[in-house]
């Protein structure tokens, strides 16, 4: 048999209590074509459906649908008084505010591509990825932090002109005052030129946008960078069709979501896929509250869910280990939580278990990755959810488990090889890189890079992305089941496993953890060395444990294996020149 696993008008997995996975009444939902349509129809159509529902809720400034809808129209017009149309790459280097969302599907009511970046990027970095995708247009915010970096671009790449935002503007009465008084420092001096067009100008254009030829199957609607499977930064082609299939498929994976009356927890940045599509998208196609913070902050994250009493809460597993070792997680109420997907990063079982046993709020893992704009598989909410498994594919999407040499043939179920996937939010391919394209896509399908297997029931486990792969003395040591061992222990809060050389196997594992608050003086890495003997074979038993304070992160909160990787790398390098 080999391990091909489709969703496509097949039985859902039933619950352990029985039923569905899915309400009453939204059955004919499941394998049901998904109609193509532009991106920005997900906030026009809600707009229209429910305009006087609250939409945006930005540190207490807050916007109706019908009045965000407004504000994108006018902005729209805008931006195509400054050139935006078909074709015409506009990038958004924006923590989450009203202005990103509002620019976001202007842009795209304007005919224009949306191309995502990192507000922690270096100038180094943002010109790389300006060059690279030929953004002529940059919106930022007018901070120091963030500024400086995108206007030096204006003198060596093909940038050519910035909208800027006012943070105070984006800010509530009295909020809005206080940075103004408190906070000038940290605002940049925006020059009075032709190149700078302050947002307000943007949205002062009057009469309606000239609606632009959009086929949503084949224009770009999104430029996401990443890394892909092979390492160099490229922008993956999201079409129209590729995003608004994936808010569909999610809108069917939820069971008893209530159109405009939940209230999505957008915490992560919206320039990461995952909280673009699940935070931002999704939100807006079911007629939900957003309410922004700009950043991951413990203590405002409790008391913004204590407070505005959030249903739906994305994060990626560092922000609900996070939770998990919240000293005063009793203190708040969290019961408003209902739905809780944990992506970006493998979730582990020990996490998921602890969150739900002190939130009681269901806590999901799912899969994806920017080329499927992101998401591939879910386990069923409402419906059975096997502890360390990625779940089931989403409707209409096919998973393959190839093999890991020639990465063409099948392997056996059970088996561990390549996840390869087919469905309707799999990227076009990779902008100006055809070569990295043909690559990445074989036969129709997209190659992950992640080694996983299937279970008998069409459940999917991931085992771990093929180059973090250990190769010891012959055999496959998968950084992740060490990782799940460690979690085990009571007083482990992360951890990470990297491979690094071995004389005598080539390679061995290494981990690098940190502790929980509580956790004692008494921790040792011989300590957990033992705690291991029982819980990992030989080859998988770590080489070395590090005990440190932090481990490192990426902007989005995802553990951040390659600069450990780099660290024993740059020591051992050091180490030969001596």
């Not at 060059?131 to 930022?140: A, C, E, I, P, Q």
């Not at 486990?461 to 061992?485: C, H, S, T």
Request: overall charge negative; glycine content about 10%.
């Amino acid at each position: 048999m080999s391990d091909t696993i489709t969703r496509d008008n097949q039985a859902t997995p039933q619950p352990s209590g029985g039923g569905a996975d899915i309400a009453p009444g939204r059955e004919h939902e499941r394998g049901a074509p998904i109609v193509p349509k532009p991106v920005h129809a997900l906030l026009e159509e809600t707009a229209a459906r429910v305009p006087d529902a609250p939409y945006l809720d930005f540190l207490g400034k807050k916007y109706t649908y019908g009045e965000t809808w407004a504000l994108v129209e006018r902005a729209a017009k805008g931006f195509q008084q400054l050139g935006v149309g078909p074709g015409v790459r506009v990038g958004l280097c924006l923590p989450n505010t009203p202005y990103y969302t509002i620019c976001y599907f202007a842009i795209l009511r304007a005919g224009g591509t949306v191309v995502n970046y990192n507000p922690l990027y270096v100038e180094r970095e943002l010109a790389y990825q300006i060059n690279d995708s030929g953004t002529k247009l940059m919106v930022t915010l007018d901070l120091k932090q963030i500024y400086p970096k995108v206007a030096a671009c204006l003198e060596h790449t093909c940038l050519e002109r910035i909208v800027t935002c006012s943070m105070t503007g984006a800010l509530p009465g009295v909020k809005s005052i206080l940075f103004a008084v408190l906070k000038r420092s940290e605002c940049a001096e925006i020059p009075d030129d032709l190149r700078h067009v302050p947002f307000e100008k943007v949205i002062a254009a009057t009469g309606a946008p000239k609606k632009p030829s959009i086929s949503p199957k084949t224009d770009i609607a999104v430029l996401q960078y990443t890394g892909g499977t092979t390492g160099v930064p490229k922008g993956a082609m999201l079409t129209h069709a590729n995003i608004t299939a994936n808010c569909e498929q999610l809108r069917r994976v939820i069971p008893d979501v209530r159109d405009g009356e939940e209230r999505m927890l957008a915490v992560l940045p919206f320039f990461h896929v995952f909280a673009m599509t699940v935070a931002q998208n999704l939100a807006t196609q079911i007629g939900a509250e957003i309410i922004m913070l700009p950043r991951f902050d413990l203590a405002q994250v409790m008391k913004c869910i204590d407070k505005k009493r959030p249903t739906m809460f994305p994060g990626v597993p560092t922000i609900y280990t996070a939770i998990n070792n919240s000293g005063d997680i009793r203190k708040h109420d969290l019961s408003s939580l209902k739905i809780c997907i944990s992506g970006g990063a493998p979730l582990p079982v020990e996490v998921k278990n602890r969150f739900e046993d002190l939130t009681g709020c269901a806590l999901v893992e799912g899969y994806g990755l920017s080329e499927a704009s992101p998401v591939v598989t879910c386990n069923p909410i409402g419906g059975l959810v096997k502890a360390g498994s990625i779940g089931v594919p989403l409707d209409g999407t096919e998973v393959q488990i190839r093999d890991l040499d020639g990465r063409r043939e099948e392997v056996a179920q059970g088996k561990k090889g390549e996840l390869c996937v087919r469905g309707p939010q799999v990227m076009k391919g990779y902008y100006n890189r055809p070569e990295d394209t043909e690559k990445t896509i074989i036969d129709g399908l997209l190659h992950t890079g992640d080694v996983g297997y299937v279970d008998s029931d069409g459940y999917i486990f991931l085992v771990d992305r093929i180059k973090d792969v250990i190769l010891a003395g012959g055999y496959n040591v998968y950084p992740r089941a060490i990782e799940e061992a460690l979690y085990l222990h009571p007083a482990i809060a992360e951890c990470i496993c990297i491979g690094i050389p071995d004389d005598y196997r080539g390679q061995a594992p290494k981990c690098f953890v940190t502790l929980r608050d509580d956790a004692g003086d008494d921790v040792s890495p011989e300590g957990l060395r033992d705690f291991l003997t029982d819980k990992v074979s030989r080859i998988e038993m770590p080489k070395e444990i590090e005990i440190r304070d932090e481990l490192p992160k990426t902007m989005v909160g995802k553990l951040s294996r390659k600069e450990l990787v780099a660290e024993e790398e740059a020591k051992r390098g050091d180490t030969s020149g001596t």
